[in-house]
């Protein structure tokens, strides 16, 4: 596939995904998404990479759907285009995804950083669900996401009132990990799916998949899920490298194996 939103770049074994639109403040078109999921699937399908980050430019991670695109656009021309269950695939990725926010992150911009595992953000950093300002509501996760976040009389006030969260107070309700300066926030999270990456690749794919279990089990479901992957884990050349490596007060050297 061509890209002409998106550009793509690698440090070591983590993928580097840039949302490229910066005209409209990375507004997330139907092409843009397309580009997003295809590149995301091919760095999860590629053994070279083992961890991800998307990130947007210092002003704007994505100011959400391009509103342009949806304007003329009736319900069931948006039930047939059906575009989320192209996020879906995001969602499923087996390495982990780490998104670096710097500016708005706002309507769809908002929903593809908590898609991620993990958010990192700047001081200038701005969530929102806005979609109420445009008579819409959010659409790609943000009522589940965002309330399993950050609770529900937090995401009740953004999501009906269309309020910005600034990146301390993201903080403050555990929606992202850190705050950094502008200078650092792709740094960072370059530093985090570096140290990702350099742990071993099946019990980062297996704990991540038991992690955002929690997210649509029952605990009996999600604590028998974590045991399943854990016993699992055992039946790796990894783990049993892991363990000999500790008792032996060395380095253990992983095979993803
Ligand atoms: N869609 C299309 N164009 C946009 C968008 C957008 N979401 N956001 C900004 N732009 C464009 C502006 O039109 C402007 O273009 P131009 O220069 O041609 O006039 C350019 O980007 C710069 O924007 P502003 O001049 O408005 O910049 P400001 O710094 O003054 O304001 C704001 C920044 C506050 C972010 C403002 O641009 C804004 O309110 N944008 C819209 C935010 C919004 O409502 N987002 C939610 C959209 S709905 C949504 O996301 C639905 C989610 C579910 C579906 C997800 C599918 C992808």
Redesign the pocket.
């Known amino acids: 596939m061509e890209y002409r939103h998106i550009l793509l770049a690698r440090d070591g074994a983590v993928g580097l995904l840039q949302l490229n639109r910066p ?3 990375n ?2 078109n139907l092409r843009l ?1 397309d580009e997003v999921v295809h590149a995301l699937q091919a760095y999860d399908d590629d053994d070279a990479i083992r961890a991800m980050v998307v990130h947007g430019n210092d002003k ?1 991670f994505a ?8 304007a003329d656009a009736g319900a069931m021309e948006m039930l047939t285009r059906d ?2 269950a192209k996020w879906d695939r995001i969602r499923k990725a087996k390495k982990p995804i780490i998104a670096a926010v710097s500016g ?1 992150a ?4 908002c ?1 593809l950083t908590m898609i991620c595992d993990i958010i990192i953000a700047s001081e200038t950093a701005q969530f929102g669900q ?2 109420i ?2 008579g ?1 509501m ?3 996760g ?1 009522t589940q996401r965002l309330t399993r976040a950050v609770g529900k009389a937090k995401a009740m006030e953004m999501v009906l009132t ?1 309020r910005f969260m600034p990146a301390r107070e993201a903080l403050e309700y555990g929606l992202v990990l850190k705050v950094v300066p502008v200078e650092l926030y792709l740094k960072e999270a370059i530093a985090l799916a570096r140290e990702i990456a350099a742990r071993p690749p099946l019990a980062v794919r297996l704990a991540k998949e038991a992690v955002n279990k929690s997210f649509d089990a029952t605990l009996d479901h999600g604590l028998e899920f974590e045991r399943k992957n854990f016993y699992l884990l055992f039946a790796t050349e990894d783990s049993e490298e892991g363990m000999k490596a500790f008792v032996e007060k060395r380095k253990p050297e992983w095979k993803g194996k």
């Open positions: 005209e409209v403040l507004a997330l998404m704007a100011a959400g759907a391009d509103i342009t695109e949806m575009q989320f708005f706002l309507g769809g911009g929903e806005p979609e300002n445009i819409v959010p659409g790609a943000g269309g």
